[in-house]
């Protein structure tokens, strides 16, 4: 299950991994709910109302830990590429962690416009949370597509280096820039159940 951890936060199919380990499809499946079940995997599945437009599926699949994650990828010094990634892990740890919630989902659509994560309180309308090392010139197609089907959406960029929180608004779209703190702080009254 190296392989699984080596793509950490991407797409999960299983027959991917069932080739090179030389088992079926099920196999690969019984041992994700084995890592899922001692926390040491985490399955997002796709958010969606709209299966014409939206990927409805293929979950993806998170490492538990940001240092064992490195580990395996074999990164020795921590490089800049290396950061976005590491850092959507460490977010991810933390509403985990924080909020005790494990109904957190991504978003996809066919067009391939993507939010990192989704949390759909009951009765409340989803919050888009897309995680950026650097909060500075980042590309807020995904953010877009996704308040553009979920108009109600609180959309959220959690940066590293975002140390006061501010908004950016084009249209009827509301993006907050905040830091992982304020993030917490800001969705913990709606994941409370």
Not at 93 to 107: K, P
Request: include cysteine; proline fraction near 5%.
């Amino acid at each position: 299950m190296e392989l699984l951890f080596v793509s950490s936060g991407s797409i999960f199919e299983a027959n991917t991994y069932a080739r090179p380990c030389e088992v079926d499809r099920k196999t690969i499946q019984n041992y994700l709910r084995v890592l899922e079940a001692t926390h040491t995997a985490h399955r997002l599945k796709p958010f969606h109302t709209n299966p014409s437009a939206e990927i409805i599926s293929a979950p993806k699949v998170y490492g538990f830990d940001t240092g064992f994650i490195a580990s395996l990828k074999g990164w020795k010094d921590r490089r800049q590429e290396d950061r976005g990634i590491l850092w959507e892990h460490y977010v991810l740890n933390e509403i985990h962690a924080r909020l005790q919630t494990r109904r957190i989902h991504y978003w996809r659509d066919k067009n391939g416009h993507e939010i990192d994560f989704v949390l759909a309180p009951a009765g409340r309308p989803p919050m888009a949370i897309e995680c950026k090392w650097s909060g500075r010139d980042v590309d807020l197609r995904g953010i877009k597509a996704f308040h553009k089907t979920y108009p109600k959406a609180d959309c959220f960029v959690v940066g590293a280096d975002i140390h006061l929180p501010f908004e950016q608004v084009d249209g009827s779209c509301r993006v907050r820039f905040v830091d992982l703190e304020t993030l917490i702080k800001t969705i913990s009254p709606s994941i409370r159940l």
